[in-house]
């Protein structure tokens, strides 16, 4: 038989905080401990993901552009050009230059 008792001693799984799809610049200055001059020096010099807009005035940094950097900083490339084609059977797939 099932007991009430069981379910209070048993852990439970815990669930993993939602991260945002974006950060703004307080959050990259905080998380990559760099200056805004040094981060936009890094954006201008292409070893660093460059922010997108959000709209209107907003500006944030996508959070996979951030963790790609994060994995690998010293060899982070910012990708030239992304074009998309139709491929004959109808796929799309994009074409990123590096």
Do not use: H
Request: proline fraction near 7%; glycine fraction near 6%; aromatic fraction near 10%.
């Amino acid at each position: 038989m099932f007991q009430a008792s069981n379910l209070a001693s048993q852990p439970q799984p815990q669930a993993e905080p939602m991260r945002p799809m974006f950060y703004r610049m307080r959050d990259v200055l905080r998380m990559t401990s760099l200056s805004r001059s040094s981060l936009y020096r890094r954006i201008a010099a292409g070893s660093f993901p460059a922010p997108v807009s959000l709209g209107g005035a907003a500006k944030g940094w996508r959070r996979i552009d951030l963790e790609q950097w994060e994995q690998d900083p010293g060899n982070f490339k910012l990708m030239r050009a992304c074009t998309t084609i139709t491929t004959v059977q109808g796929a799309k797939v994009r074409q990123v230059r590096y």
